[in-house]
T-cell receptor
Framework: GAVVSQHPSWVICKSGTSVKIECRSL??????MFWYRQFPKQSLMLMAT?????????EQGVEKDKFLINHASLTLSTLTVTSAHPEDSSFYIC?????????FGPGTRLTVL | GIQVEQSPPDLILQEGANSTLRCNFSDSVNNLQWFHQNPWGQLINLFYIPSGTKQNGRLSATTVATERYSLLYISSSQTTDSGVYFC???????????FGQGTRLTINP
């Protein structure tokens, strides 16, 4: 399967600051990556689809101006949570498709104080 | 959109027991995957199984696409099998995965 890394693994920030999360494909060139969010004891919810060289596609209810996605290369997608608030505290996970399967990164735990 | 339901929501077993987890979905799918989320949050791919039966060690899975369900079997459970098991499906024509609510499995020694 594909190897996906995320950085940082966890981050604590103050309310109102911005946080950038990186998702890297280590062994595969991915034209499409996905960003999910998971609240405690809940399932994963797709936030957006990140397309290399073009704008991301956001799911209904996800604010594109708050969650900025940049897919600048075939191996890197970034998610920036702008002006973070405590309700943005969550587990953010990226994934990519290889052939027919999706493979997931280890996730980033964001805590906003 | 497509709906995915998993059952049971919680399952507590003794080490050595067998278990069956179920995933129902509301429409035809191109892709169905089973994942195990470990205590650190990492999703581990178990099976890609849009139809048919597959086996990998103590785990096996069967998807009956015409009846819109999939089953995950775990035999001779070990404590390391504990965690949340997710079923996820892909809408026909879309690339994104829709996840069920998961089954939380606890294996006691």
């Amino acid at each position: 399967g594909a190897v996906v890394s995320q950085h940082p693994s966890w981050v604590i920030c103050k309310s109102g600051t911005s946080v950038k999360i990186e998702c890297r494909s280590l062994d595969f060139q991915a034209t499409t990556m996905f960003w999910y969010r998971q609240f405690p004891k809940q399932s994963l919810m797709l936030m957006a689809t990140s397309n290399e060289g073009s704008k991301a596609t956001y799911e209904q209810g996800v604010e594109k101006d708050k969650f900025l996605i940049n897919h600048a290369s075939l191996t890197l997608s970034t998610l920036t949570v702008t002006s973070a608030h405590p309700e943005d505290s969550s587990f953010y996970i990226c994934s990519l498709s290889r052939v027919w399967e999706q493979f997931f990164g280890p996730g980033t735990r964001l805590t906003v104080l | 959109g497509i709906q995915v339901e998993q059952s049971p929501p919680d399952l507590i077993l003794q080490e050595g027991a067998n278990s069956t987890l179920r995933c129902n979905f509301s429409d035809s799918v191109n892709n169905l995957q089973w994942f195990h989320q470990n205590p650190w949050g990492q999703l581990i791919n178990l099976f890609y199984i849009p139809s048919g039966t597959k086996q990998n060690g103590r785990l096996s899975a069967t998807t009956v696409a015409t009846e819109r369900y999939s089953l995950l079997y775990i035999s001779s459970s070990q404590t390391t099998d504990s965690g949340v098991y997710f079923c996820a499906v892909e809408d026909q024509g879309a690339q994104k995965l829709v996840f069920g609510q998961g089954t939380r499995l606890t294996i006691n020694p």
